[in-house]
């Protein structure tokens, strides 16, 4: 129930957002409207909580991911993720399954409908009966041959003045950018000329959130998600929301209000909710989601995968090691999402203020040779940066100038993945990365897309088959990464919010410990980072420790423990 207080903060929130653009009458009804919404879903829904613990996880996927000519694509996934992962993950990120226009599904046409390739609405609900769904809620844009731009262009609802649209007189040099085509398209419109803008592609059409009819709308949607079993939220592109004459428009204080807003609904609605901001960005920015615990419940540990690719290319761990000392804990209520791939690539932004010039000009080339293709960003609409470098995790550590003929690609790729699932937050999985897959170059050279590489579909009777003989790739694959997290499941010491401390054991060894909640297990985590044996003298405490990955584990004399190239231990007290 909102008490009082609840509604004052709610009303501040607004007011925040909207006093230099709204009458406080307007303010007051917006309040009102979002009240109601709350109570009156509260009265439909009995209480339903989100348990978060060391056996969350996440597997990141396309609603087509597995796909069959039988039935829907939902239905295909559910069948593999029942006979294949329900034992590893609780929880389904599925990515855009709205129709779309563009940018494999980015680019929505209508909100409130399911392409009919993938399935319906009903489908995702049967799947929430048994585990947590995330979606996105691709909120900063919306698709030029949607339902609500054809509107705006009639003065109709919904749309009718949804998009943001600017003067010749708007000043955008300070603008920073995550593309290089060109921002603004000039058309006439109402009897005037005006510019349209496009923070993604020209068939990304930035949305009004000046326009409170927009930010209801948004609210809706997020109740109507909910409705259908979704209880997770991806706010895709959220820091480039809202928009000002001569700034960066970026991380803007009115964005930050308005993810104030939806984390105070969040709370307030009877079936709990999870609130994810995804910002590709520098470390500092990024982190700032996480407001006082009063902004993004999660959001994504962006610096980690290049990091950790950049350690293992490189055999060195002097920057990773670095930034994990310097990472804060996460408030409880609070958790990082770390991930190693994506839809998309592996972002460079997030190493800024890390890597130095040299460095990562170094790291660049060695993503290049080994098959990476790279997006650009526009700075100052001058010169262009690199923004991500597409290419798949295989990929990228499948060689490095250490080892040059990818002698030990599987257990680089299985070592990065142990410091993913074993560190600090919840474990994220894109299901291509389970089976080891390599740039989809075919796909790449019909679109011309970038991003496709990592974009690959597989055919459901293909890869049953394949996980069916242990001897092909994508079994051993599977099987590894598997293994992992079938053994963080069961150790308090990895939940999301179990304590980690950095442990500096030279620039080849990767080590910190995580401590359970209870303070009963201690785990220290250990990787080589290098395609030689190294050898390192722990506490002589350490030698009761069990290593939950090899029972085998023995320490030598004088506390030495050698690891083999690419190998992880975590030794446990219990």
């Not at 990773?320 to 460079?348: E, M, R, T």
């Not at 940066?385 to 060689?399: M, P, Q, R, S």
């Not at 410990?513 to 080589?528: A, E």
Request: include cysteine; charged fraction near 25%; charge should be positive.
């Amino acid at each position: 129930m909102l008490i009082q207080k609840d509604q004052k903060k709610i009303r501040s929130i607004l007011e925040n957002i909207y006093k230099l653009i709204l009458p406080k009458r307007d303010i007051n009804n917006l309040k009102d409207e979002i009240i109601q919404i709350i109570k009156n879903f509260n009265q439909k829904n009995p209480k339903k909580k989100i348990i978060i613990s060391e056996k969350t996880s996440l597997i990141i996927c396309y609603g087509d991911a597995v796909y069959s000519n039988e039935k829907g694509s939902i239905k295909v996934f559910q069948s593999f993720f029942q006979k294949n992962l329900k034992k590893y993950f609780d929880t389904i990120h599925f990515l855009p399954f709205y129709p779309s226009s563009s940018d494999s599904g980015f680019a929505v046409k209508d909100h409130y409908k399911i392409e009919k390739r993938i399935g319906n609405w009903s489908d995702l609900k049967r799947i929430s009966k048994y585990n947590n769904i995330m979606a996105d809620i691709v909120i900063n844009h919306s698709s030029a041959r949607g339902l609500w731009f054809k509107n705006f262009l009639k003065r109709k609802k919904p749309g009718k003045d949804y998009f943001l649209t600017v003067n010749s007189k708007f000043n955008t040099s300070k603008v920073v950018r995550p593309r290089d085509h060109e921002l603004l398209k000039k058309i006439k419109i109402f009897d005037k000329s005006d510019y349209l803008w496009r923070t993604f592609s020209p068939d990304q059409i930035d949305l009004n959130f000046k326009n409170p009819s927009v930010l209801l709308r948004f609210i809706k949607i997020m109740i109507h998600l909910i409705n259908n079993g979704i209880t997770i939220f991806r706010l895709d592109a959220i820091a480039y929301l809202w928009k000002e004459n001569g700034s960066k428009c970026i991380n803007l204080r009115q964005t930050h209000e308005i993810i104030k807003l939806l984390r105070i609904i969040s709370n307030h609605l009877n079936v709990e909710t999870i609130i994810i901001t995804e910002t590709n960005l520098p470390e500092k920015e990024n982190l700032s989601y996480f407001g006082k615990n009063d902004e993004a419940n999660w959001i994504y540990n962006f610096s980690l995968p290049p990091l950790l690719i950049h350690a293992f290319l490189f055999e060195n761990n002097s920057y990773l090691n670095k930034w994990s000392k310097n990472l804060p804990v996460a408030k409880f209520g609070n958790n990082y999402l770390n991930f190693i791939a994506s839809h998309d690539g592996i972002g460079i932004r997030p190493t800024e203020g890390i890597l130095n010039n040299k460095s990562l000009n170094n790291f660049l080339k060695r993503l290049k040779k080994n098959g990476s293709k790279f997006s650009y960003r526009k700075v100052h609409n001058k010169s262009k940066k690199v923004y991500e470098a597409n290419i798949t995790v295989f990929d990228a550590l499948k060689k490095s100038d250490y080892d040059p003929k990818g002698k030990f690609f599987l257990e680089r790729y299985v070592a990065a993945h142990a410091i993913m699932i074993s560190f600090e937050g919840i474990p994220a999985i894109y299901f291509n990365s389970l089976f080891g897959k390599s740039n989809d170059e075919a796909k790449y050279i019909i679109t011309g897309n970038n991003r496709d590489v990592n974009r690959y579909k597989w055919n459901y009777k293909n890869i049953i088959r394949k996980l069916s003989d242990n001897k092909t790739k994508q079994s051993i694959f599977y099987s590894n990464i598997a293994n992992l997290l079938s053994i963080r499941r069961k150790q308090k010491a990895f939940h999301p919010n179990g304590k980690r401390y950095n442990i500096n054991l030279g620039s080849k060894l990767f080590c910190f410990k995580r401590l359970s909640l209870d303070k009963k297990q201690l785990i220290i985590c250990i990787t080589n980072l290098s395609s030689k044996n190294q050898t390192t003298k722990l506490n002589k405490e350490f030698q009761n420790y069990k290593d939950l990955l090899n029972l085998k584990t023995k320490f030598k004399d004088k506390n030495l423990l050698t690891l083999k190239p690419f190998q992880t231990v975590w030794l446990s007290n219990i």
